[in-house]
């Protein structure tokens, strides 16, 4: 089956520094991948995703790449706001016999951005 | 804004009790996901309806029920609540069992004291 594993936090950053967050995957095949946010006190929101090899998500000035050589989906965004601190999460998606089942989450990353 | 809609915002309950959660989803979404999220952890899947029935399920006991109605909205019913309950409850909806992508709701934070 799939697997993913994303570096956890906290990750600490001043405003306007260059943001990575590590996602990496294996897989028999090529999932969809995705990277969510969760905002304080809200649900989660899909920042971004990307279905095949050398697509590349991007929104709000977050971009992520599907590279297959390096099986990794890295979250960037240039230059980070306050506004940014959030937990991001970058789930597995796997379909099962019946159907897709749920995304299967780690602990997500915890991003503090510093004025 | 995702269109799913969760309802009550806040619960306390006692320990014992039972609780239901509602969701609604987007329009158009036959396929409803749930999710229990403890502090400080992501997301665990509860389990998924699809036009109905119950499709899919992760590694949660029988107390844990829901239902699909007609016009695919949800319930996530939970009896004899335990402490380790009290966790923030999400409902994600998509288009098609098949379809990757998940829209959340913004949560039920459930107590349990």
């Known amino acids: 089956g799939n697997s993913v594993t994303q570096m956890e936090g906290p990750v600490t950053l001043s405003e306007e520094a260059f943001l990575t967050i590590n996602c990496t995957y294996t897989?028999?095949?090529?999932?969809?991948l995705f990277w969510y946010v969760q905002y304080p006190g809200e649900g989660l929101q899909l920042l971004l995703k990307?279905?095949?090899?050398?697509d590349k998500g991007s929104n709000k000035g977050f971009e992520a790449t599907y590279r297959k050589e390096t099986t990794s989906f890295h979250l960037e965004k240039g230059s980070v706001q306050v506004s940014d601190s959030a937990v991001y999460f970058c789930?597995?998606?796997?379909?099962?016999?019946?159907?897709?089942?749920?995304?299967?989450f780690g602990k997500g990353t915890h991003l503090i951005i510093q004025p | 804004e995702t269109g799913v809609t969760q309802s009550p915002t806040h619960l306390i309950k006692t320990r014992g009790q039972q609780v239901t959660l509602r969701c609604s989803s987007q329009?158009?979404?036959?396929?409803v996901s749930w999710y229990q999220q403890a502090l400080g952890q992501g997301p665990q899947f509860i389990f998924q309806?699809?036009?109905?029935?119950?499709?899919g399920r992760g590694n949660f006991p029988p107390r844990f029920s829901g239902l699909q109605f007609p016009n695919y909205s949800s319930e996530l019913n939970v009896n004899a609540l335990e402490l380790d309950d009290s966790a923030l409850y999400l409902c994600?909806?998509?288009?098609?069992?098949?379809?990757?992508?998940?829209?959340f709701g913004a949560g039920t934070r459930l107590s349990v004291l």
């Open positions: 994600a909806s998509r288009l098609g069992s098949f379809e990757n992508i998940q829209y």
């Open positions: 897989a028999t095949g090529y999932p969809s």
């Open positions: 990307a279905t095949k090899a050398d």
């Open positions: 789930p597995d998606f796997e379909y099962s016999g019946g159907g897709a089942d749920g995304l299967t």
């Open positions: 329009s158009g979404h036959n396929t």
């Open positions: 309806y699809y036009r109905e029935e119950e499709n």
